[in-house]
C-alpha cells in the first residue's frame, strides 16, 4: 500500500453506527442515489478565465468535499471494517476515435494546482491508451472511487447499480451536461452511496458543502 494512503480500522462494535451498518450491509443490504443540480455559474467563469480546463476542477473538488467527511471514505479491508484517510478519483477518458473509454486516476493532492498538473501530466501519457485501465501495466490504489461525467445529457436522474454482491462502500459520482435556467449554469450530479454507511444528512452535507465551494472556487486555483 502507498505510505500516503492509511487504513483506519474501526471497532464495529463501539462504533455509533455499528448496528445502522450490520442491518444495512448484512439483514437488508441498501443503496440509494439521487440527483441534485449544483450551480456552476460562478466556478465554470472562475476556470475559462484561468484557462483551466473544468472536468479536472470538477474531479477535484468533488474528492475534496468527499474527503471531509468519514462515512464517504468507509471500506472492508482484509476483513475488517474501517476508512481511508483519502479517497483518490477513478474517472472515463473518453475515445474518440472508436467512442469507447477507459479509466484513468490521479492521485488526490488537496492544492489543486499540484492535483491539476498530475492530471495533465497523465493525460499526455495514457489519454490515447485503449482498454478498460489506461494506465496499463498499473493498478488502481485502493482507495480509488468511481467518479464521471455524461457530457452529451443533463438528466433528471442516473443510478448507478453493481451487480456483484461484494463489500463495496464508496459513493459512486455522475455529472451531466450543462444547462442554463435564467442566469445561472446549472450541472446535475447524481450519487449513489451504500446506505450502511451513508446516510441523507451525510449527502446534505456533501451538497451544501460542494455548492459553497463552488461559488468561490477562486479561493482554490
Not at 30 to 49: A, E, N, Q
Not at 52 to 59: H, N
Amino acid at each position: 500500500m502507498d505510505d500516503k494512503i492509511k487504513f483506519t480500522p474501526i471497532d464495529i462494535q463501539q462504533w455509533n453506527r455499528g448496528q445502522i451498518f450490520w442491518y444495512f450491509s448484512q439483514m437488508a443490504p441498501t443503496g440509494y442515489s439521487l440527483t441534485v443540480d449544483i450551480d456552476i455559474t460562478h466556478m465554470h467563469r472562475m476556470t475559462k478565465s484561468h484557462g483551466i480546463s473544468f472536468y479536472p476542477a470538477y474531479l477535484w473538488l468533488v474528492t475534496k468535499v468527499l474527503n471531509q467527511q468519514l462515512e464517504f471514505k468507509m471500506a472492508k479491508k482484509d476483513g475488517q471494517i474501517g476508512y481511508y484517510n483519502t479517497l483518490t478519483p477513478l474517472y472515463a477518458v473518453f475515445h474518440e476515435d472508436d467512442k469507447t473509454f477507459s479509466l484513468m486516476w490521479t492521485v488526490y493532492n488537496d492544492d489543486f494546482r499540484k492535483f491539476y498538473a498530475d492530471y495533465s501530466d497523465n493525460q499526455k501519457k495514457y489519454k490515447d491508451q485503449h482498454g478498460i485501465l489506461a494506465q496499463v501495466g498499473i493498478v488502481p490504489p485502493e482507495n480509488a472511487y468511481t467518479v464521471s461525467c455524461l457530457p452529451w445529457l443533463s438528466f433528471k436522474h442516473f443510478a448507478v447499480h453493481t451487480y456483484e454482491n461484494k463489500d463495496y462502500y464508496f459513493p459512486s459520482v455522475e455529472s451531466g451536461k450543462f444547462y442554463q435556467a435564467g442566469e445561472r449554469m446549472l450541472m446535475p450530479l447524481s450519487l449513489t452511496c451504500h446506505h450502511a454507511t451513508t446516510d441523507g444528512y451525510h449527502v446534505k452535507v456533501f451538497v451544501k458543502t460542494l455548492q459553497e465551494y463552488a461559488d468561490k472556487f477562486e479561493d482554490f486555483i
